[in-house]
């Protein structure tokens, strides 16, 4: 079965710090990655996704994910937070059933 | 854009009545979902649509049912809304495979308060 696990589910970072959240797959077939962010009283919007293309994935708004199959993770980093990064941000994969499994989210609060 | 649309952002119903969430998508996209996000719980898959006429319950499907008459809209439906069913929920859609590199997309949210 597979499954998406966040470690943290709030995470707070000074402006300017590095960001760092953690997410982990278990899936028994090559996984779809995504990471999705959402502000507060809207849907997600996607983040950056990996279909095996690279395993170091660019997003929006400075944000990367690299996807390690050695450690079944696929972390959301951004070198230098901004207060406009505050949000929710959630870690899903999709195998080949074609449905889209969330991990529980992080929020990510950023102290000025 | 692709562009999900949730016929309401909130909703306050009552105890034992019947509720009815819509969802349309413009993209011709094959599959659907309804989700129902609480905190600390993040989204959890009520039903998805493969297909028109077509579903598979998710990991809570219980109190829930679905309709998918036609490929763009899929609804759901809560037969006896309770009080614990008072969350957000979210529609999806998304094309057949992964990949095909694409994405869900997703709507803004209904937030359903059951009274």
């Known amino acids: 079965a597979q499954s998406v696990t966040q470690l943290g589910s709030h995470v707070s970072v000074s402006e300017g710090a590095l960001v760092l959240l953690r997410c982990n797959y278990s899936?028994?077939?090559?996984?779809?990655l995504f990471w999705y962010v959402q502000y507060p009283n809207q849907g997600l919007q996607l983040l950056l996704k990996?279909?095996?293309?690279?395993?170091l994935v660019k997003g929006i708004n400075g944000f990367e994910a690299e996807f390690k199959k050695s450690e079944t993770s696929f972390h959301l980093t951004k070198p230098s937070a901004h207060m406009s990064d505050a949000a929710e941000y959630f870690c899903a994969g999709g195998g080949a059933t074609n449905k889209l499994i969330f991990g529980t989210g992080t929020l990510l609060a950023v102290q000025p | 854009d692709v562009k999900v649309t949730q016929s309401s952002r909130y909703l306050v119903k009552r105890t034992g009545e019947k509720v009815f969430l819509e969802c349309v998508q413009d993209m011709d996209h094959e599959n659907m979902f309804w989700y129902r996000q609480d905190p600390g719980l993040g989204l959890r898959l009520i039903y998805f649509?493969?297909?028109?006429?077509?579903?598979e319950k998710g990991d809570i499907p219980e109190g829930y049912s679905v309709s998918r008459e036609k490929k763009e809209r899929f609804s759901l439906i809560l037969e006896s809304a309770s009080t614990n069913q008072t969350s957000m929920y979210l529609c999806?859609?998304?094309?057949?495979?992964?990949?095909?590199?694409?994405?869900?997309?997703f709507g803004q949210g209904t937030r359903l308060t059951v009274v």
């Open positions: 990996y279909t095996s293309a690279a395993t």
């Open positions: 899936s028994s077939v090559p996984p779809y």
């Open positions: 999806a859609s998304s094309v057949t495979s992964w990949e095909r590199g694409t994405e869900a997309f």
């Open positions: 649509s493969y297909d028109v006429k077509m579903k």
